[in-house]
């Protein structure tokens, strides 16, 4: 057992505390920051105080059962890894000491497009439930192409990524500096060297950190080369004629993620969709955006229950779980949290993480009388609060 988690990883806030300890300030930052004012950032989490939660412990909930039921699998409860690029910056080989949690943890994990380790790579070190985030491509040759490497690699659900397709404005990264990829220069390497733990355990790793799903074999390229070559390929003009396209190829599941608008997510039935993941991307893209739990309500009647849908963006405590899945969210995904629980130690704290955020789920269902997700969901256990009107008037 790690000892440092044991003492401080009491909550997630604390884990991002140790995470912004331990890593230097450009790297932390880049898992931390939003796009401009952040604005979206900060919403996607104290927009869950906007339910209260009204408990009704006369139902009797002794025992509890947190499993999820997500396209035919089991999950030991509704909480998923979600696509965060270059894992591998913030520990060795992060994308595979992540999808090592999740396994052990059954639940699945989804790897990024932005990953340090090819695809190919983590499904070789991994036998657990894995989906792979893909784009629609200016050359949509390359985008059928990574869906075929994933199909190779026993991916069982592509996960469609809709609110990427230009880069947004993400302003701590330009106070630092920080550029994707990062450049290593000499203010990098002083920002490094004030944090001897994360350099000692990088120190072979620095040289390796690269794209690797848009490396090309025989090819050797230079980071920022591979940099250059994404920034081309991501199309502000796709369409649902590409959406079909992708459907008509991909014959595993296939679920669109960044989804915000209820008209957009009735068509996304129409289209073919299995999964809608709502999600403003962290709050990383687009500032100003509508907080993702605030959205999912009129999500969930849109698509009137003919697709899962799941949550992304804000998950800070248990409570937030319960909350998205009594809103109608089958499922929930983290990005940060489980990263700064990498950070902190590898696999073992992704899944503190997991862990962590399991057992508040459990004790808050105990506390409010649900004995199972069903229960959340069909029980009535939120009413809207006043917590926006009261903090307005002050």
């Avoid at 690029?85 to 059954?106: C, D």
């Avoid at 999600?279 to 999500?299: D, E, K, W, Y």
Wanted: charge should be positive.
């Amino acid at each position: 057992m790690n000892q440092e988690l044991k003492r401080g990883g009491y909550s997630v806030a604390a884990l991002r505390r140790m995470a912004q300890k331990r890593l230097p300030r450009p790297i932390f930052d880049f898992i931390d920051g939003g796009a401009e004012d952040e604005n979206t950032l900060r919403q996607n989490e104290s927009a869950f105080q906007r339910w209260d939660l009204l408990p009704q412990p006369l139902n009797g909930a002794a025992e509890r059962d947190i499993s999820a039921s997500l396209f035919g699998n089991t999950l030991r409860s509704p909480l998923l890894l979600g696509p965060t690029g270059l894992s591998g910056l913030f520990w060795p080989q992060g994308e595979i000491e992540s999808a090592k949690a999740a396994a052990v943890k059954g639940t699945v994990y989804c790897l990024s497009h932005g990953s340090v380790c090819t695809l190919e790579q983590l499904a070789q070190s991994h036998n657990g439930m894995k989906w792979m985030q893909i784009f629609i491509y200016k050359d949509r040759g390359f985008t059928r192409e990574l869906a075929s490497r994933a199909k190779d690699s026993g991916y069982e659900a592509l996960v469609l990524t809709i609110d990427n397709q230009m880069i947004g404005k993400r302003e701590r990264d330009l106070a630092n500096g920080f550029t994707i990829p990062p450049r290593f220069d000499f203010a990098q390497m002083l920002a490094f060297a004030q944090k001897p733990a994360w350099w000692w355990s990088m120190r072979h790793e620095l040289s390796k950190v690269t794209f690797g799903n848009y490396a090309q074999l025989n090819a050797p390229e230079s980071v920022a080369v591979l940099a250059a070559r994404m920034s081309t390929l991501l199309d502000p003009g796709m369409s649902w004629h590409d959406v079909v396209m992708l459907r008509d190829y991909w014959k595993g599941k296939l679920i669109l993620k960044g989804v915000l608008h209820p008209h957009e997510a009735s068509e996304a039935v129409k289209h073919g969709i299995d999964g809608i993941i709502v999600s403003n991307h962290g709050g990383r893209q687009l500032n100003g955006t509508m907080a993702s739990v605030r959205a999912l309500p009129a999500i969930v009647q849109a698509v009137n229950r003919a697709v899962p849908v799941l949550l992304d963006g804000g998950i800070r405590r248990g409570s937030d779980v319960f909350k998205a899945i009594a809103l109608g969210a089958t499922a929930v995904m983290v990005g940060r949290p489980h990263l700064w629980g990498l950070s902190v130690a590898g696999q073992e704290g992704v899944e503190w993480v997991i862990d962590l955020l399991n057992n508040e789920l459990d004790r808050v269902m105990g506390l409010a009388g649900a004995k199972n997700l069903k229960a959340i969901r069909d029980g009535d256990f939120l009413r809207l609060g006043n917590f926006f009107e009261s903090h307005a008037s002050k």
